[in-house]
């Protein structure tokens, strides 16, 4: 049965660097198919995009983001860590990670297809910026 | 980088009807990597639909997802009261992932 779960402090003071732990299991961070990605939901918003990293180490963040999100992974612990700095109220959120899928089919003409998607959620961790 | 834009905001439907929801991309995708996941109050997304019409492991038949280019839709053909909740539209490329804003399916 493939989990994740999130872990990390519930409460942050503004201006200090949140530090997030995914842990996984049920699948290895060194699958070639599969990485990990950091997601956050502010209360009552759409999901908001953060960070990936996939089994070769690539890693990638969303743009708006960039400068303050340092993703790494430690396979052997089977974790995911996402390193938030400069943390602002408006970072008050639930935060999850997910198990990214990369899944490949043949087409009708022989040709590689290649599907990405979120397949196993976390249930979430709930962090606020307050002073 | 991609813009994903979901109508209605918010449909209100009466169970047993056909719910359509929409999700358009500010320029043409990789139907490949165009994915739906629904999300109830107080938990996680799930995956439902991937490759913009593929369903998920143990998503029944009644959601189906359907599109290409820019425009892509999630029917849910009778609504079942477990599926009054938000919906999501997903895509990556470029090694970036960009959600849609959500549709809320209320009941009526």
């Known amino acids: 049965q493939v989990t994740l779960k999130e872990s990390g402090p519930v409460l942050v003071k503004p201006t200090e660097t949140l530090t997030l732990t995914c842990t996984v299991s049920g699948f290895s961070l060194s699958n070639a198919k599969m990485g990990v990605n950091w997601i956050r939901q502010s209360p009552g918003k759409a999901l908001e995009w953060l960070a990936h990293i996939f089994s070769n180490d690539e890693k990638s963040y969303s743009t708006s983001l960039k400068s303050r999100l340092t993703i790494s992974k430690d396979t052997s612990k089977s974790q995911v860590v996402l390193i938030m700095t400069n943390m602002d109220p408006v970072d008050t959120a639930t935060y999850y990670c997910a198990r990214t899928v990369m899944d490949i089919a043949v087409g009708v003409a022989s040709e590689f297809i290649y599907y990405y998607y979120m397949d196993v959620w976390g249930k979430g961790t709930t962090v606020a910026v307050s002073s | 980088e991609i813009v994903l834009t979901q109508s209605p905001g918010t449909l209100s439907l009466f169970p047993g009807e056909r719910a359509t929801l929409s999700c358009r991309a500010s320029?043409?995708?990789?139907?490949?990597?165009l994915a739906w996941y629904q999300q109830k109050p107080g938990q996680a997304p799930r995956l439902l639909i991937y490759?913009?019409?593929t369903r998920a492991t143990g998503i029944p038949d009644r959601f189906s997802g359907s599109g290409s280019g820019t425009d892509f839709t999630l029917t849910i053909s009778r609504l079942e009261p477990e599926d009054f909740a938000l919906y999501y539209c997903?895509?990556?490329?470029?090694?970036?992932?960009?959600f849609g804003q959500g549709t809320k399916v209320e009941i009526k």
């Open positions: 320029q043409s995708v990789n139907s490949n990597h």
């Open positions: 997903q895509h990556f490329g470029r090694s970036l992932w960009t």
């Open positions: 490759g913009a019409s």
